[in-house]
């Protein structure tokens, strides 16, 4: 089993200690687990800023990668809130400012709104998941420091409903084409079975089959815990839906560079 994105209490929005979160990988069979603590800068989220002490986050990542090292692989990592603008500034000045092994470019804020708190004030449904996509595109042909792409369609979890994709599925391909231009994966981030998203994953259906038809091959597995009981979540069940969709092989990484294991 392999967990590529967990959260500590170096994340504004988890309280359980670093090394506890690698117990909790190790007691659950766990071989390989990438640390991937929040930076977000210039988030607009009121509760949860998102930074982080990068002090005393790197020098834990590296205590526990040796500590660690006869019982589990830690890869060190983050995951890097994308904004435009200025903000892209900082994000390459963190993914530049250690050895990371692993970098995740995630949207939790688009068009200067956070998606969690007032994102679709001003937006209907359809506008705001469009503008969504959007947002990513613009972003990620401009920042192109990250890895893998999380929670790729996110914004379903924060939509008063899902509409049909149909009319979406242009701009999410240019998406996939970028990523996949650019050498950089998507990941199938667990969390969407915790948020009982009516049986949607994260990606969807229609998108983890068009990455895959696009010849779309990095493909990590997180649970994106924040808890130590969310560790290793959903692991199997992702396996299951990988393989469905054509998927033989998920991706490892080791100072940037992807590696594939059979699943």
Do not use: W
Not at 71 to 92: A, F, M
Not at 234 to 252: E, R
């Amino acid at each position: 089993m392999y967990d590529y994105h967990i959260h500590s209490n170096f994340s504004d929005d988890s309280d359980t200690p670093l090394n506890e979160m690698i117990e909790a990988a190790i007691e659950k069979g766990i071989v390989e687990i990438a640390v991937t603590d929040h930076y977000d800068p210039d988030n607009p989220d009121r509760e949860f800023p998102m930074e982080i002490d990068f002090l005393g986050y790197h020098k834990q990542l590296a205590e526990a990668v040796e500590h660690f090292s006869d019982r589990i692989k830690v890869i060190k990592g983050i995951e890097i809130g994308v904004q435009h603008g200025d903000t892209l500034i900082k994000c390459e000045n963190a993914a530049a400012a250690f050895p990371y092994d692993f970098i995740i470019g995630g949207f939790h804020s688009a068009c200067g709104y956070d998606l969690r708190e007032n994102y679709f004030k001003n937006k209907n449904t359809e506008e705001g998941i469009y503008d969504f996509y959007a947002y990513i595109a613009d972003c990620i042909r401009r920042f192109k420091n990250f890895d893998i792409l999380a929670h790729f369609n996110i914004i379903d979890r924060y939509a008063d409903y899902v509409p049909d994709y149909a009319p979406y599925m242009e701009i999410i391909e240019h998406i996939l084409k970028t990523l996949i231009d650019n050498n950089k994966g998507l990941e199938f981030n667990a969390s969407c079975f915790r948020y009982n998203l009516s049986g949607r994953t994260t990606p969807a259906s229609e998108i983890l089959g068009m990455y895959k038809s696009m010849g779309g091959e990095i493909m990590t597995i997180g649970s994106d815990a924040h808890k130590a009981q969310d560790v290793g979540y959903g692991y199997h069940k992702i396996v299951d839906i990988l393989k469905s969709h054509g998927f033989n092989y998920i991706s490892l990484f080791e100072k940037r560079k992807p590696s594939f294991v059979k699943i």
